[in-house]
C-alpha cells in the first residue's frame, strides 16, 4: 500500500459520507503539493491548516458518532458579551497587585460561564475523538491524545496571530506532511472499521434474507 492509495481510499471514504469534507481532505494535500508563491507562504500553511482542522472536527457528525461531552453555548458567544460587561464598569482594575481582586457580580457570572464553556468545549473534542478513535469512549487512549494534538496543531496555524509570523518559524512542509499522515492513519483506522462493521451487518442482512426466503437452513 502507497501512502497515494491511502490517500485515495480517504477522498472516496469522505465523498461518500460528506462531500464537502472530502473536498477539504482534497485541498489540503493539493496545497501541500504546491509550493507557495513568495510572500504566500503563511497563507497556504493557513489554508492547509483550516482544511485539516475543518474536516477533522466535522468528522464524528458527518458519520453519526456523538461523544458525551457537554453541550450548552459556545464560549465564544460570552466573549462577545465581555466588551458590553466592561463598558459597564470603566474603572474596574482587574490587575490590582492583591491576592483577591473584588469584580462586579455581573462580570463574575460571565467569567463563570465563559469557563464553564471551554470546559464542555475541551470536552466535547475529546469525547468526540474517543468515540471515533476507541469501543469504550476512553478519552485517556493514546490515539484521542495523538488526534487531540493534531487538532490543536491545524487550530494554532490556521488563523494568523497577532503578529506576522516569521517564514522562518512557520511550520515546514515536512512538518505538515507528518503531522496529515498520522491524521491519515488514524482515520484509516476509522474507516476500515467502518467498512469492516458495514460488511458484518451486509453478511447479516443476506443470511436473514436467506433464512426468510429459504426457510431455515439445515443444522
Not at 501541500?32 to 513568495?38: C, E, N, R
Not at 512557520?170 to 507528518?178: A, E, H, K, T, V
Not at 483506522?189 to 426466503?213: M, P, T, V, Y
Amino acid at each position: 500500500m502507497t501512502p497515494d492509495d491511502r490517500q485515495t481510499r480517504l477522498a472516496s471514504w469522505l465523498a461518500e459520507k460528506r462531500p464537502d469534507l472530502a473536498s477539504m481532505y482534497r485541498t489540503a494535500r493539493d496545497l501541500l503539493a504546491t509550493a507557495a508563491k513568495p510572500g504566500d507562504e503563511r497563507t497556504r500553511v493557513s489554508h492547509i491548516c483550516h482544511s485539516m482542522r475543518e474536516m477533522m472536527n466535522r468528522l464524528p457528525g458527518a458519520l453519526g458518532i456523538a461523544g458525551t461531552g457537554g453541550g450548552g453555548p459556545r464560549s465564544s458567544t460570552h466573549v462577545r458579551r465581555l466588551p458590553a460587561i466592561a463598558a459597564r464598569f470603566p474603572n474596574l482594575d482587574l490587575r490590582q497587585e492583591v491576592e483577591n481582586v473584588p469584580v462586579p457580580q455581573a462580570l463574575a457570572v460571565l467569567l463563570d460561564d465563559l469557563i464553564k464553556a471551554a470546559v464542555a468545549e475541551d470536552g466535547r473534542v475529546a469525547a468526540n475523538a474517543a468515540a471515533l478513535l476507541t469501543d469504550d469512549g476512553n478519552t485517556k487512549h493514546p490515539a484521542v491524545r495523538e488526534w487531540k494534538d493534531l487538532v490543536d496543531f491545524f487550530v494554532k496555524w490556521a488563523h494568523l496571530h497577532d503578529a506576522q509570523s516569521d517564514v522562518q518559524l512557520i511550520p515546514s512542509d515536512n512538518d505538515l506532511r507528518q503531522r496529515i499522515e498520522l491524521a491519515e492513519a488514524l482515520m484509516d483506522g476509522i474507516r476500515a472499521e467502518f467498512f469492516d462493521s458495514l460488511h458484518a451487518i451486509e453478511d447479516l442482512l443476506a443470511e436473514a434474507n436467506q433464512l426468510k426466503d429459504g426457510g431455515e437452513q439445515d443444522g
